[in-house]
Nanobody, 115 residues
Framework: VQLQASGGGLVQAGGSLRLSCTGS????????MYWYRQGPGKERELVAD???????NYADSVKGRFTISRDNAKKTVYLQMNGLKPEDTAMYYC??????????WGRGTQVTVSS
């Protein structure tokens, strides 16, 4: 199982980015999918998740600004990030939990928000 995250970059405060996480070797459509982030000097935190039936959850800090979605045909989960703030600066990671509860992480993609 491999997860490939992409879409990070440098953006000004108030801007937008869309992160993508594409999976191989696993049926993304049947998995729970997560986006985490880890900022400088901080612990890794859950940003958003979407379960296999499409129920979504968000961290309070991103509610109303970030949207998680999935395209099962493309085996991809997205994180649309609008209204970015400097405190959103972090390495963003995607994670999947399969139907047998195995956990896999992708490599991160860096998001940097300048003020």
């Amino acid at each position: 199982v491999q997860l490939q995250a992409s879409g990070g970059g440098l953006v000004q405060a108030g801007g937008s980015l869309r992160l993508s996480c594409t999976g191989s070797g696993t049926a993304i459509s049947r998995n729970d999918m997560y986006w985490y982030r880890q900022g400088p000097g901080k612990e890794r935190e859950l940003v958003a998740d979407i379960n296999r039936i499409g129920v979504k959850n968000y961290a309070d800090s991103v509610k109303g600004r970030f949207t998680i979605s999935r395209d099962n045909a493309k085996k991809t989960v997205y994180l649309q990030m609008n209204g970015l703030k400097p405190e959103d600066t972090a390495m963003y990671y995607c994670k999947t939990r399969t139907v047998d509860y195995s956990i896999y992480w992708g490599r991160g993609t860096q998001v940097t928000v300048s003020s």
